[in-house]
């Protein structure tokens, strides 16, 4: 079975995120995807399934099965579109989180996604204890976002992942106004056993319209300052978000499972 991997968000090898993509004639069991996701120990790897009209998507980090992803997304697209569907300007993935739409647009990928819900809530000493510092605004959906003043702050946050893992939410995002980028940001997930996912789609669908808001504008320019950074092209559309980047292949391998 071959095995993808792709660096996401970025047009340079060794940054963005790193995905492993499988495509599969059939179904595996959810055992043996789980045990290739943790020999890999990447933040995810993909299992994909073409279908009548598209592809069955599924993605899987160290820890369990997740309903989203968007680096897992574009580096899969990134595989279809240069290997099994090279004649192809769009596909249509069908997933957890329902229908998603991609879109080949010259030498970028184009994902239309559902928005996360900005439920606001307070902030917490929990918070404050596991970032290192208090954010000014926290909001939740599948994954928290704390919100604070100072890019400065993001990049060089330090988090207590012993602490992170009491907070509500699956992963915790956090984000500033940047100087830069209208958005700087960075996303923990210790619960999924990756302490610092590297460039993160599906939380920009809460940080988008979150700053799409607060700024008036609908088109974001987005930057993740982990270690290995990447940024991303956000466009708030209602209820869903677009985001845009570009990915380059790392390896191509075949793996030996049954």
Request: with cysteine; aromatic share 10%.
């Amino acid at each position: 079975m071959k095995q993808y991997i792709v660096d996401a968000f970025t047009d340079e090898l060794f940054h963005g995120n790193q995905a492993a993509v499988c495509v599969l004639d059939e179904w595996l069991s959810e055992e043996l995807m789980m045990n290739i996701t943790k020999e890999n120990n990447f933040s995810e790897t993909a299992f994909t399934v073409k279908s009548v009209d598209g592809y069955d998507l599924r993605w899987f980090t160290p820890g369990g099965e997740i309903n989203l992803c968007g680096h897992a997304t574009l580096a899969t697209s990134y595989v279809l579109f240069n290997f099994y569907e090279k004649d192809a300007g769009d596909l249509t993935f069908h997933t957890m989180s329902g229908d998603l739409f991609i879109h080949r647009q010259q030498d970028e990928i184009v994902m239309d996604f559902p928005a996360y819900k900005l439920n606001e809530i307070p902030v917490n000493e929990q918070m404050t204890k596991a970032m290192g510092h208090k954010p000014s605004r926290a909001f939740i959906d599948r994954d928290l976002l704390l919100v604070y003043e100072d890019e400065k702050i993001i990049r060089e946050m330090k988090p207590d992942f012993d602490e992170v893992l009491l907070l509500d939410g699956d992963g915790v995002g956090v984000t500033a106004q940047g100087k830069e980028y209208d958005c700087v940001s960075r996303f923990f997930t210790p619960k999924d056993k990756i302490n610092e996912d590297p460039v993160t789609g599906s939380v920009h669908c809460m940080i988008a319209p979150y700053w799409a808001e607060r700024l008036g504008k609908n088109d974001i320019h987005a930057y993740q300052a982990s270690e290995r950074g990447g940024s991303l092209e956000c466009k708030v559309q209602g209820d869903r978000v677009v985001i845009s980047g570009k990915a380059v292949l790392y390896s191509i391998g075949e793996l030996f499972v049954s």
